[in-house]
């Protein structure tokens, strides 16, 4: 299960400083319509299907390049990429 920032860090979302990306990994959630299956302490927490949903619709979207200013609904979003977390 993860956390926005979990996502943002397993997908390998970065910002400029190198954080994860919380605010594009939340609007990747919202544009695939990802409800949270529990909370913890107010944070919505994912299942781990929604990074493969992510990784489809998000590589698409890019032709599976890694553009450095990603649009999403209107808001852009700069971003550094770091590997993905090996998911098992």
Request: charged residues 25%.
């Amino acid at each position: 299960m993860y956390t926005t920032s979990e996502v943002a860090e397993a997908l390998g979302l970065l910002t400029k400083r190198g954080r994860p990306h919380a605010a594009l990994a939340k609007a990747l959630l919202r544009q695939i319509k990802a409800q949270p299956i529990a909370y913890d302490n107010g944070k919505p927490v994912y299942g781990h299907c929604v990074l493969s949903v992510i990784r489809a619709t998000f590589g698409q979207a890019v032709n599976y390049e890694l553009p450095e200013c990603v649009e999403i609904r209107g808001r852009r979003f700069r971003v550094r990429y770091w590997p993905e977390e090996s998911v098992s």
